[in-house]
């Protein structure tokens, strides 16, 4: 079992459609960050979290502790937000090193 | 803005070929590191360095090794290249956390 779970691991949603993506991790960790992915490669850090609630944009990032779970949400989705998303868990504070989730694909429908 | 740099998007190198993928970071960042990415399996750390000279296996070292001489540089060598390093590969630095654009390796 992987230490850390996505779900979905795909997602279609219409455009405008409220957005959630989950993660569950089974270790400790020190922080969380939601990744995003756009077809190419490159990987942009969307929120570091190690408690409550962040929110840039459409974009909003929670996290509980000691349910050991997270979600991202995006409100009001459009076609760029098309992309991979990823959860990485960061496990000892101080050398950054990631274990991450297997990603969700969403896709946004015009 | 800051940036990540991977010397190469895309590489094809022959089976048996010593391999150098590099990285250059232009932050001042301690860390540095190197994953692969492959369908199915996500991203998977291969070597992490925290300073100078100074450098940590990952999950998955075996095929590899790096070199941090200087701050801004991290380098992944595969000392003789194999098909199952078929990948993308990508450096990131922290703190905070960038990723340079990936260099999609084929090797045949």
């Known amino acids: 079992k992987n230490e850390v779970e996505q779900s979905p691991q795909n997602l279609t949603a219409q455009e405008g459609e409220f957005i959630t993506i989950n993660c569950s991790y089974s270790?400790?960790?020190?922080?969380l960050h939601w990744l995003q992915q756009h077809p190419g490669g490159g990987i942009v850090s969307l929120f570091m979290l190690s408690s409550g609630k962040k929110k840039h944009g459409r974009l909003i990032a929670t996290i509980n502790i000691q349910e050991k779970h997270s979600s991202l949400h995006i409100t009001a989705s459009h076609p760029r937000d098309s992309a991979v998303y990823i959860c990485a868990v960061i496990r000892d504070f101080g050398n950054e090193k990631l274990t991450f989730g297997t990603g969700t694909r969403l896709t946004i429908i015009p | 803005d800051v940036k990540v740099t991977q010397s190469s998007r895309y590489l094809v190198k022959r089976t048996g070929e010593k391999v150098f993928l590099e990285c250059v970071q232009d932050?001042?960042?301690?860390?540095m590191f190197w994953y692969r990415q492959d369908p199915g399996l996500g991203l998977r750390l291969i070597y992490f360095s925290y300073d100078v000279k100074m450098k940590e296996k990952g999950d998955i070292p075996e095929g590899y090794s790096v070199s941090r001489e200087k701050k801004e540089r991290f380098s992944l060598i595969l000392e003789s290249a194999s098909t199952n390093q078929t990948s993308m590969y990508l450096c990131?630095?922290?703190?905070?956390?960038?990723f340079g654009n990936g260099t999609r390796l084929t090797v045949t």
């Open positions: 270790v400790g960790i020190s922080a």
């Open positions: 990131a630095s922290s703190a905070p956390l960038h």
């Open positions: 932050m001042d960042h301690e860390n």
